[in-house]
Each structure stands twice: as structure tokens, then as C-alpha cells.
């Protein structure tokens, strides 16, 4: 039956105006489009070598007791967590996927009477997460494409200068989805000093296992610095584990206390809890990732040096190219070719592409489709 009602109208304001989030797209969806297979996924910024073995050990016997609630404190999760990078167990709050850390942080610090504040180019979670809730959003413009360091990078000072008296949270996240681009240690410890004590900060370290240089900042660090800091990390990247959803946020007891009063009681499930835990402890898969990515981000290098495809500067997992024209036909044309890599028209780069780095093999099949698909 056709409904009178307009439930647009009612809805919330913020939500009025919300634009929902869009994903990289399924394997299976190409598949049921165009009736193709042996498709290639370089659009979420997955792990191309799969979840930690200990992790797929450790649900199989998490299977064993599904009828029972998990943990709702993740009590051991959160320990290893806490051992692994010295911290105590009152500092970590659990979520499903860090999003859900980052719509805790929303819900818990901002209402239609603050703001928030984020750079351009930023991840696209933050403006969901602060309009769900009424709050206002303040974007800071980012370098501009010309800058010889960090093009497209957040910058810092005019995210300062965008904190006034009612901005609750400031969110970065470092390195930069979908830029790649991240900012040094000397200077997010400076904005971190000059930031008014009751201004959150959120340093949103996704993909922070995945570089390679002892000189870049590790924002866990500053937790004992900064009582107003809160660090977000999640399981969906290098440890290979999106399926499931867990990631977390690391901050004082304080913050973590108010995270909690919001948190749903089980929102990260058992299977989730133990893989997570397993996959913690394997340093083995993980270095093996992290050097994956590093000779995948050297062979994409130099096939941009070769083509003449300018890229953004990045230390992630995902490269993002300048096509120099508009990149949705690129796009559709390279899905055709059964690759499926992420427009990001929505983040107003509408000529780039972010392309996941995946195995050798991976690359050098997404390298030609793209050669093909921009020659035709
Ligand atoms: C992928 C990503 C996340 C992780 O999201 P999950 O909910 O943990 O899967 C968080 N922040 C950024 C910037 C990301 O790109």
C-alpha cells in the first residue's frame, strides 16, 4: 500500500540531509550484472593475502558455543589489545568496526548545539556519523592539488583555524582514506598542543599497521599527553578481517567510560572477539602483509612513472591515480573487464580512481585493465 506520509519529513533533520554511505561494490553483484566471473576486487582496500590462519583456527572453535552471549566487556580482546601496546583494559573501547567507535564518539560528544570539524578529502564515515546526530559540519579546505609535499593532504592550521567555542571533536584520520596522504609526527604533535583541552580529538589509525617508517607518528603514544586524544584502529585492514567487524578506540579512562555508556552490550560478536585476539598475536602474517603491500605499492609506482599516471602520495594500502578526465567511464569500463576498484566522485575527486594494492599478479592484471580500458 502507497503511504501518505512524507517520512523523509519526519525524520530527524540530520538525517534529512544524510547521504549514505558508498561502499566499494560486491564481487557477487558484478557477477549477477554482467554475467561475469574471476572477478578482481581492488575497491575496499581488503587484504589480498586473506585473514590470519590463527584467526580462522580460533573461529572454529568460537563456533562451538553460539548459542551463548559473547563477552560483553571483551574482556580478553581487550587485554590483548591493551598488553600488545601497553595499555590498561579501561582505555579500550570495542566496536563493530571502528565506524561503530566513530558513531560512539558522535553520539557520546555532539548534539545540534556543537560542532565538528574534519579536513576535505576526509573519510566519508565522519560526515555520517556527525549529521546523524544533529551536529554541525565543519570542513576544512585541504592543500590544494599543487602542493609539493602533500597535495590533496589534511592541513592542519586550517583545521585549527576551524575550532571555535561549541567544536566538541575534531576527527583525522592518518593515513588519509581515500588520499593516502598523511601528515608527520612533529606536526600532529603540534596541533595536538595547540588544541583547547576540551576539544576531542580523533586520530583515526586505520591503516596505520601498513607503514613501514619507524619515524611515523604513532598516536597511541600521546594517550598519556593528551587526556582529549582518542585513537581508533581497526581489524578490517591489514589483519584481514572486514567479514567480521571489529576495530576500537584507545584513549583515557575517562572517554572510554562516556564510549561505553552508548555502546550497545554485545556489539562485537564471539566469532569476532577470538579472531580478532588470534590475529593480534600473529606477527608473522602481518609482516608478511605489510611487505606484500610495500612491493605492491613499488610496482604500482613504477607503472604510473611508466604511464604517466599521476598519483596521489601514499603510505596505505590503496593507491589513488589522477585519470585527468572524468574516471566514471573508467570506472564502468574497467568493471567490464572484471576489475572492480572505487570512484570517488563522491569525495569531490570525480577525475581519480582509489585502487586497492593487492598481490603481484593482482596489480599487474589491474595495471593492464587500466593501460586497456584508458587506450580504447
Ligand atoms: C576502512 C577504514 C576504517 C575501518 O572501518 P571498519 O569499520 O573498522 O571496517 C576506518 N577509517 C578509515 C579512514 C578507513 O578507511
Given at each position: 500500500?502507497?503511504?501518505?506520509?512524507?517520512?523523509?519529513?519526519l525524520?530527524?533533520t540530520?538525517?534529512?540531509?544524510?547521504?549514505?554511505?558508498?561502499?566499494?561494490?560486491?564481487i557477487?553483484?558484478?557477477?549477477?550484472?554482467?554475467?561475469?566471473?574471476?572477478?578482481?576486487?581492488?575497491?575496499?582496500?581488503?587484504?589480498?593475502?586473506?585473514?590470519?590462519?590463527?584467526?580462522?583456527?580460533?573461529i572454529?572453535?568460537?563456533?562451538?558455543?553460539?548459542?551463548?552471549?559473547?563477552d560483553?566487556?571483551?574482556?580478553?580482546?581487550?587485554?590483548?589489545?591493551?598488553?600488545?601496546?601497553?595499555?590498561?583494559?579501561?582505555?579500550?573501547?570495542?566496536?563493530?568496526?571502528?565506524?561503530?567507535?566513530?558513531e560512539?564518539?558522535?553520539?557520546?560528544?555532539?548534539?545540534?548545539?556543537?560542532?565538528?570539524?574534519?579536513?576535505?578529502?576526509?573519510?566519508?564515515?565522519?560526515?555520517?556519523?556527525?549529521?546523524?546526530?544533529?551536529?554541525?559540519?565543519?570542513?576544512?579546505?585541504?592543500?590544494?592539488?599543487?602542493?609539493?609535499?602533500?597535495?590533496?593532504?589534511h592541513?592542519?592550521?586550517?583545521?585549527?583555524?576551524?575550532?571555535?567555542?561549541?567544536?566538541?571533536?575534531?576527527?583525522?584520520?592518518?593515513?588519509?582514506?581515500p588520499?593516502?596522504?598523511?601528515l608527520?609526527?612533529?606536526?600532529?604533535?603540534?596541533?595536538?598542543q595547540r588544541?583547547?583541552?576540551?576539544?576531542?580529538?580523533?586520530?583515526?589509525e586505520?591503516?596505520?599497521?601498513?607503514?613501514?617508517?619507524?619515524?611515523?607518528?604513532?598516536?597511541?603514544?600521546?594517550?598519556?599527553e593528551?587526556?582529549?586524544?582518542?585513537?581508533?584502529?581497526?581489524?578490517?585492514?591489514?589483519?584481514?578481517?572486514?567479514?567480521?567487524?571489529?576495530?576500537?578506540?584507545?584513549?583515557?579512562?575517562?572517554?572510554?567510560?562516556?564510549?561505553?555508556?552508548?555502546?550497545?552490550?554485545?556489539?562485537?560478536?564471539?566469532?569476532?572477539?577470538?579472531?580478532?585476539?588470534?590475529?593480534?598475536?600473529?606477527?608473522?602474517?602481518?609482516?608478511?602483509s605489510?611487505?606484500?603491500n610495500?612491493a605492491?605499492?613499488?610496482?604500482?609506482?613504477?607503472?604510473?612513472?611508466?604511464?604517466?599516471?599521476?598519483?596521489?602520495?601514499?603510505?596505505?594500502?590503496f593507491?589513488?591515480?589522477?585519470?585527468?578526465r572524468?574516471?566514471?567511464?573508467?570506472?564502468?569500463?574497467?568493471?567490464?573487464?572484471?576489475?572492480?576498484?572505487?570512484p570517488?566522485?563522491?569525495?569531490?575527486?570525480?577525475?581519480?580512481?582509489?585502487?586497492?594494492?593487492?598481490?603481484?599478479?593482482?596489480?599487474?592484471?589491474?595495471?593492464?585493465?587500466?593501460?586497456?580500458?584508458?587506450?580504447?
Open positions: 500500500m502507497q503511504s501518505t506520509v512524507d517520512f523523509k519529513k525524520a530527524v540530520g538525517v534529512q540531509a544524510l547521504h549514505p554511505y558508498q561502499p566499494g561494490k560486491p557477487e553483484e558484478l557477477e549477477r550484472e554482467l554475467g561475469i566471473s574471476n572477478i578482481l576486487k581492488l575497491a575496499s582496500n581488503e587484504n589480498p593475502l586473506g585473514a590470519s590462519p590463527n584467526a580462522q583456527a580460533a572454529a572453535a568460537a563456533l562451538k558455543t553460539l548459542e551463548l552471549y559473547p560483553g566487556s571483551g574482556y580478553q580482546l581487550k587485554a590483548a589489545i591493551a598488553d600488545k601496546f601497553g595499555l590498561q583494559n579501561a582505555q579500550i573501547t570495542l566496536g563493530n568496526g571502528s565506524n561503530d567507535v566513530l560512539l564518539i558522535a553520539r557520546a560528544f555532539l548534539d545540534n548545539s556543537r560542532a565538528a570539524v574534519f579536513s576535505e578529502y576526509a573519510f566519508a564515515v565522519y560526515p555520517i556519523v556527525i549529521q546523524a546526530v544533529g551536529a554541525e559540519l565543519r570542513v576544512a579546505k585541504a592543500n590544494p592539488p599543487e602542493h609539493d609535499t602533500m597535495p590533496y593532504g592541513n592542519l592550521a586550517n583545521i585549527a583555524a576551524k575550532i571555535t567555542d561549541n567544536t566538541r571533536v575534531v576527527f583525522i584520520a592518518n593515513p588519509n582514506n588520499t593516502g596522504t598523511w608527520s609526527k612533529a606536526d600532529l604533535h603540534a596541533f595536538l588544541v583547547p583541552s576540551d576539544v576531542i580529538v580523533v586520530i583515526d586505520a591503516y596505520t599497521e601498513y607503514v613501514n617508517d619507524p619515524t611515523f607518528p604513532n598516536a597511541l603514544a600521546w594517550l598519556a593528551f587526556p582529549n586524544l582518542i585513537v581508533t584502529r581497526t581489524f578490517s585492514k591489514i589483519y584481514g578481517l572486514a567479514g567480521l567487524r571489529v576495530g576500537y578506540a584507545a584513549s583515557g579512562a575517562d572517554i572510554a567510560d562516556m564510549l561505553n555508556r552508548v555502546r550497545q552490550p554485545f556489539n562485537v560478536n564471539s566469532l569476532a572477539l577470538a579472531a580478532a585476539q588470534a590475529a593480534l598475536g600473529d606477527e608473522a602474517f602481518l609482516q608478511q605489510v611487505a606484500t610495500a605492491g605499492l613499488q610496482q604500482w609506482f613504477a607503472a604510473c612513472a611508466e604511464n604517466g599516471w599521476e598519483y596521489i602520495p601514499t603510505v596505505g594500502n593507491i589513488t591515480v589522477n585519470m585527468k572524468p574516471a566514471a567511464p573508467l570506472y564502468d569500463a574497467l568493471l567490464r573487464e572484471g576489475v572492480i576498484v572505487r570517488i566522485g563522491g569525495y569531490g575527486l570525480p577525475q581519480h580512481l582509489r585502487i586497492t594494492i593487492g598481490t603481484e599478479t593482482q596489480n599487474d592484471r589491474c595495471i593492464k585493465a587500466l593501460q586497456k580500458v584508458l587506450s580504447a
